[in-house]
């Protein structure tokens, strides 16, 4: 099993929500992150003073999938949450050792349907 997070901009989010579910992928957790990369942030005025904004929102989604979905999920949030634009976003693949589903003790894979 592996763990795939993504940081993506939040206006990509219903994007890879659907191209995830036509992948396959049956559950998906979301969280509203702030951090910046080679972006830097940006200045904004505000009442007439300019303020240095370096953490910018961005979104957050983690999965975990069976080995053999793992080309396949990552593909689908390349190609859903891809602009050709700086701040565009990161995947990372992680290896899980266990994963267990609480209310039924279900383990490994079997966890994740």
Request: charged share 30%; aromatic share 6%; proline share 4%.
């Amino acid at each position: 099993m592996k763990k795939i997070q993504a940081i993506i901009k939040p206006f990509k989010l219903d994007d890879a929500k659907e191209a995830l579910s036509a992948a396959g992928i049956g559950g998906i957790t979301v969280s509203e992150v702030k951090g910046f990369g080679r972006q830097k942030g940006h200045t904004e005025l505000y009442r007439g003073a300019e303020y240095v904004v370096d953490f910018l929102p961005k979104i957050l989604i983690e999965i975990v999938v069976p080995e053999d979905l793992v080309e396949k999920a990552t593909n689908a949030l390349l190609e859903s949450c891809h602009t050709g634009r700086i701040g565009d976003g990161k995947i990372f693949v992680v290896p899980v050792d266990e994963a267990i589903r609480i209310r039924t003790g279900e383990r490994g894979e079997a966890a994740l349907a």
